[in-house]
């Protein structure tokens, strides 16, 4: 092998082991911020890391929405998914205009005691208007 | 008028297809099919306004995006609303561009260019006029009313902001047949690389001013209080963006850097892929999005065809290249290297958002689960991206001079007065953002770069004060119950109740206190009945750097209604700059060159 050879041969290992490192810790962040998304059951059945952050779909129940603190908007507010199984949300914020009981939503935040602490929630909307779940 | 549409795009695809496959060595011929199949085109896209403009509510995408009570001017915009009516602009704007650029300029490459473009509007034709067309008409007939255009959509911004957008996206298709030219004709003939570079800066400066629309209607108008949420929607629109900034600066180096050439070829056929598949992204539903307008997986799997035979199309000829420079790559002087660097930064950092964008879509269609980034992964690999990105501008030039010292000495006392409390990565990073600044500020460069590089400069100072310095509130006030709390006196002072042409509306009177001065804030709440869909008006009022930003929300009862009140130092910066980008690449681009 000669010079040339040798020096670009340097060159190419060094570059691809940035290149992994790189990548590598690229895939440790995005392991750590992803949000797994899930239904009430499977939420269930599961044990949670405090830190993992979850989105969880299903129906706003009927009447289940309470406020525990009216000027800091504080609420509790049960969802359901289609095997029937609850859930209950803990939010503190303003709900989303698409926001309602009976139609569908999905929080995102961290379990804590059998309950989700959302940190956000999503109503979603696209051109024909139907919440999901409906 | 729906038949006339529907006959007239047919007509326009015949052309195409024709033009395709007759003329494909008759330069005059087809130049002629380009502007035949356009102007088809564009009494196709009339005879939809046309449509919305009589309420013709026989055909369907009228039907679903309008109302007889809807005001003309979003009638018209309504067009784009939906699937069927955007994908006609996307069409018409790919002849559009075609016909602009190739059929007029007599560049050898051109002919088989605007082959090319008629290709891949032919394919994008038969997707429209097969599976998606607007002109779809109710048997026997339609219903008296429409569904009405989706509330969020009914905005003055929504006039401008989805066009630009669409400018901006169909415009890397040029650089893509450009290339694809280049490369069947086995490289025979030289690139015009200048055509090129201003080819690639107006479609970055549309797609600056469409990003820079959408985000400020999202802040501004829709109440959801953030300018970027790192939304698949938001990153499909970036990464085009990213790519053809890059592309700009790697086309900078290209005639004194050789080896740069083949990334610029790849860099310019994957800048339309990237387009599509945004737009896969957006229209399939695949991905979890706060602001997917239209969603059809069926829809979805046609746009993977074509966006495979680009890829293909594209791979294919790109087995042809050969490395014809044999002179070795000349010595670059520190400019040429930092504008080579600056396009590697901007590609790692269209990977970086790839690879969050479509790490979901991965792990659902793997059966892993399904997931959601959040913001937090971009943010922080990010980060000391940024850092870098501003060391490479201030390293344009590194000579000390009096003048420089005294505007660096300057801006650090305006911040120190200003915003003393900051964190200790806020605060290098402001010295960085100050340097940089002075740095663009007093080299020797064109105005047009040095505007831009002052715009990406002040959003990054706006991003970094925004993050380090907002403040939120979600709470509750009605009248006669003001929230009070050591920082913030809030007064809901009154409530208008008012009726337009299609909406009711409530009109809040906010009285906002901080520490040194009060606000009148007057957000809204809009019902629409024809949809049953309530809509939040935000309301904005800027004191000095800082926005002062309200949203009502739902009441609450006991006379109370939720109300979101934010203090967002720095947005205003983030627009500023955006703009100063825009103007800057627009500059450059559009300029009577001599």
């Known amino acids: 092998m000669s010079r040339v050879h040798y020096k670009r041969l340097i060159i190419i290992l060094l570059a691809g082991a940035v290149a992994v490192v790189t990548l590598a810790m690229m895939m440790v962040v995005l392991s750590q911020e992803i949000n797994l998304y899930l239904t009430p059951t499977e939420i269930k059945h599961r044990t949670f890391a405090k830190s993992q952050r979850v989105r969880v779909g299903g129906l706003v129940v009927e009447h289940s929405l309470v406020y525990v603190d009216k000027k800091n908007l504080e609420m509790l507010f049960d969802i359901v998914d289609q095997q029937g199984t609850l859930l209950k949300i803990h939010y503190q914020g303003l709900t989303p205009t698409l926001f309602k009981e009976g139609k569908g939503v999905i929080a995102e935040g961290q379990m804590q005691d059998g309950q989700l602490y959302a940190k956000m929630l999503l109503a979603k909307h696209d051109e024909n208007y139907k919440p999901p779940g409906t | 008028m729906g038949h006339l549409g529907e006959i007239a795009l047919i007509v326009s695809q015949i052309i195409s297809w024709y033009g395709v496959v007759w003329f494909k060595n008759r330069s005059d011929f087809l130049a002629f099919s380009a502007r035949l199949a356009f102007v088809m085109m564009s009494l196709s896209l009339a005879a939809l306004i046309y449509g919305f403009l009589i309420h ?167 109440g959801w209080g953030g300018f970027w949420f790192w939304d698949p929607v938001e990153n499909a629109s970036l990464m085009p963006w990213l790519l053809g900034v890059a592309l700009i600066h790697l086309l900078r180096v290209a005639n004194e850097f050789k080896a740069a050439k083949f990334w610029i070829l790849v860099m310019a056929l994957a800048g339309f892929i990237l387009s599509v598949l945004g737009s896969f992204l957006v229209r399939s539903g695949v991905l979890i999005s706060v602001h997917t307008f239209a969603a059809d997986p069926g829809r979805g799997s046609a746009l993977l065809l074509i966006l495979m035979l680009l890829c293909l199309l594209s791979i294919g000829l790109m087995m042809r290249y050969k490395d014809t420079d044999q002179k070795p790559g000349g010595f670059l002087s520190r400019r040429l290297l930092l504008a080579y660097s600056a396009a590697l930064m901007m590609t790692f950092v269209l990977f970086v958002v790839l690879l969050g964008t479509l790490y979901p879509l991965v ?186 930003y309200a949203v009502m929300g739902e009441s609450v009862g006991d006379g109370l209604w939720s109300l979101r009140l934010y203090f967002k130092p720095g947005v205003i910066l983030i627009w500023l700059g955006a703009m100063l980008i825009a103007i800057g690449l627009c500059w450059r681009s559009y300029r009577v060159s001599a």
């Open chain 2, 363 to 548: 792990m659902t269609s793997m059966g892993w689960g399904e997931v959601s980034v959040g913001s937090r992964y971009f943010s922080e690999i990010l980060m000391p991206v940024i850092g870098l990105g501003l060391i490479l501008m201030l390293f344009m030039d590194t000579k000390i001079s009096f003048s420089r010292i005294i505007l660096f000495l300057a801006g650090v006392s305006v911040l120190v007065l200003l915003y003393w409390p900051l964190g200790l990565n806020a605060l290098i990073f402001m010295f960085l953002i100050i340097w940089a600044m002075v740095c663009q500020l007093t080299v020797k460069i064109p105005g047009s770069i040095r505007c831009a590089h002052v715009g990406i400069i002040l959003i990054l100072a706006g991003v970094l004060m925004h993050g380090e310095l907002a403040r939120s509130y979600e709470i509750a006030v009605g009248i006669n119950q003001p929230y009070e709390q050591s920082d913030v006196k809030v007064h809901l002072v009154d409530i208008e109740q008012s009726h337009f042409d299609n909406l009711d509306q409530a009109a809040f009177t906010l009285m906002v206190q901080d520490h040194h001065s009060a606000f009148l804030l007057k957000p809204k709440r809009r019902y629409y009945a024809s949809r049953d869909q309530v809509m939040n008006k935000s309301a904005v009022i800027h004191d000095g750097l800082t926005d002062i």
């Open chain 2, 56 to 222: 013709d509510f026989d055909l369907v995408y009228v039907t679903s995006h309008s109302h007889s009570l809807l005001p003309w001017y979003y009638r018209i915009a309504a067009l784009w609303g939906g699937h069927e009516g955007s994908y006609l602009l996307w069409l018409w704007l790919i002849y559009l561009w075609a016909v602009l650029t190739f059929s007029f300029s007599d560049h050898t490459l051109s002919t088989r260019a605007l082959w090319y473009a008629l290709l891949i509007a032919a394919l994008m034709g038969a997707y429209l006029l097969f599976l998606s067309s607007p002109f779809t008409l109710f048997v026997p007939a339609g219903p008296d009313d429409g569904m009405d255009l989706n509330p969020l959509l009914q905005d003055p911004l929504m006039m401008i902001h989805p066009p630009i957008l669409y400018i901006g996206y169909v415009g890397f298709m040029i650089p893509m047949c450009y290339v694809l030219a280049y490369f069947h004709e086995r490289q025979s003939v030289d690139l015009d690389l200048l055509m090129l570079k201003q080819v690639v800066t107006r479609v970055v400066f549309w797609l600056t001013l469409g990003i820079f629309l959408g985000s400020w209607w999202a802040y501004r108008e829709l």
